[in-house]
Structures are given as C-alpha cells and as structure tokens.
C-alpha cells in the first residue's frame, strides 16, 4: 500500500463499524438496568421513582438498539411496548382504587415494617405499587415514540 | 486555635465553591454560543457534551453548598443521558441513522 495515494489508502480501510460502541453497550447498558431498578425502589423517600426508573429503563432499551440495530434487538427482546403502556394505567388505577377497601380515600398510601432474616428491617411502602405503574407507562410510551420517529423511513430497496 | 483554622478553612471552602461555580456559569455560556454559531456540527457536538460534563460540575457543587448526598443520583443521571446524547450525535454525524435496521 506504500505507492498509493492517501485518499485512496483511505477509501480502501475506511469502513464505518461501531466496535467500541457494541462492546461498551453490553457492559453499560446492564449497569443502567441495575440503576434504574434501584431508583424505581429507592423512589418514595429520597430522589427516583417509577418516572425516572422507566427513563432510564427506555435509555438502556435505546442503547441497545442504537448499538444492535432494530432486527437484532427486536429478535433478542419480543416486547410489544405499546401494550406495557394500558398495563401501567390498569396498574396505577387498581393501587389507587384498592384503598377502597379499607374505607379510605382514593389513592391514600400506607407503609409498614418488615423484619427479613438476614437483611434487618426494610420498609414496605404502597406507593411503590403506584411507582410500578408508573413505571410501565413511562417505559411504554418513551420506546413507542422514539422508535416510530426512527422508523417513519420506507425501505427504498 | 484549632477553632480559627477550622473557621478559615470553612470560610476559604466556601469562598471556593462560588468562585468554582460562576467560573462554570461563565464556561456554559461560552458554550451555548458555540452550540448555536458553530461552524459544523461536530463542533456543536463537542460542545454538547462539553456542556453534560459542565451540567454535572454544577450539580456537584450545588451538592456541595447545600450539604447533602441526595443529589447523587441526579448526577449520575445526567452523566447517563448526555452520554447517549453524544452517542446518538456522533452515530449520526458517521452514519446518518441513529436507528439502523440491520447489524452490517
């Protein structure tokens, strides 16, 4: 390759890959899964819940895809996200509506202490319930938007 | 003694930190000009994730004057998000998609 000019040494090597993009993908987007577990836990008594836990969920999910493509990623995750959206609500609405049960108003929260054998004492709160569906709305509807902007292109080939 | 060293050191944090976060201010401002008149667009790439780094700089110290941990999740949360903003960025400066359908 010593006699060629250098544009076209250029044009030979230069293909675009993403590498470095899929090998850290596999690494940081399980590390953003684990985060966004511990902020949808962590959500009712220091900063987090289900809004910023789906977030982040829905980034990771983006990760994947930006790094794998869309085949690959629908192959790996048969997730039909625009029905996780109706899921969250039913969710939402039944945790507010149960607390019909115990003659109080709509959408009161309680919490009670639990002692686990090794662990110590956690606390359980209802709100998390809430934060759940909170969570599979937000996830839901940010994964429907982002990929029916990337997709609105027709295959010309 | 030990009780006025421990005053001026108090007082010299302090006086630290404001300074620390108006030079910051300063930096973020410069940037949103380049953001807005950069000449290409990996210009205003760079400068993007310049400004996600600065955003968590001011988050820090803001941490830092109000004396709490409870903002460390938010730090580590912009740090997430203005990283893929500069994966996104930079796939479509190569690429042209963000979104592409097949592995090549």
């Known amino acids: 390759m010593g006699f060629m000019k250098r544009e076209e040494r250029f044009n030979i090597m230069y293909k675009p890959n993403n590498l470095i993009l899929r090998t850290t993908t596999s690494l940081i987007s399980f590390i953003l899964l684990g985060f966004a577990i511990y902020l949808l ?22 990760l994947l895809y930006m790094a794998y493509g869309k085949n690959s990623v629908d192959e790996i995750l048969p997730i039909n996200y625009r029905l996780l959206i109706p899921i969250g609500l039913v969710i939402a609405i039944l945790t507010g509506a149960g607390s019909f049960l115990f003659g109080v108003p709509f959408l009161t929260h309680t919490f009670g202490t639990v002692e686990l054998p090794l662990y110590g004492e956690i606390e359980l709160a209802t709100a998390m319930l809430f934060d759940l569906g909170v969570y599979f709305t937000v996830l839901g509807s940010t994964i429907t938007i982002i990929l029916s902007i990337a997709n609105d292109k027709k295959i010309v080939d | 003694m030990t009780n006025d060293i421990l005053i001026l050191t108090e007082n010299i944090l302090d006086s630290v930190t404001i300074l620390c976060l108006v030079g910051i201010s300063i930096s973020l401002i410069l940037l949103v000009y380049r953001v807005l008149s950069g000449p290409t667009n ?52 190569e690429k042209g998609v963000i979104i592409d359908r097949d592995m090549d």
């Open chain 1, 41 to 62: 836990l962590a959500g009712h008594n220091s900063p987090g819940g289900g809004f910023v836990g789906g977030l982040v969920t829905s980034a990771s999910i983006i």
């Open chain 2, 42 to 93: 990996a210009d205003r790439a760079v400068a993007l994730d310049a400004i996600g780094i600065n955003l968590v700089a001011v988050a820090a110290f803001v941490s830092v004057i109000l004396v709490t941990t409870k903002l460390n999740d938010a730090i580590l949360l912009i740090a997430i998000l203005s990283f893929l903003g500069t994966v996104a960025i930079a796939k479509y400066l």
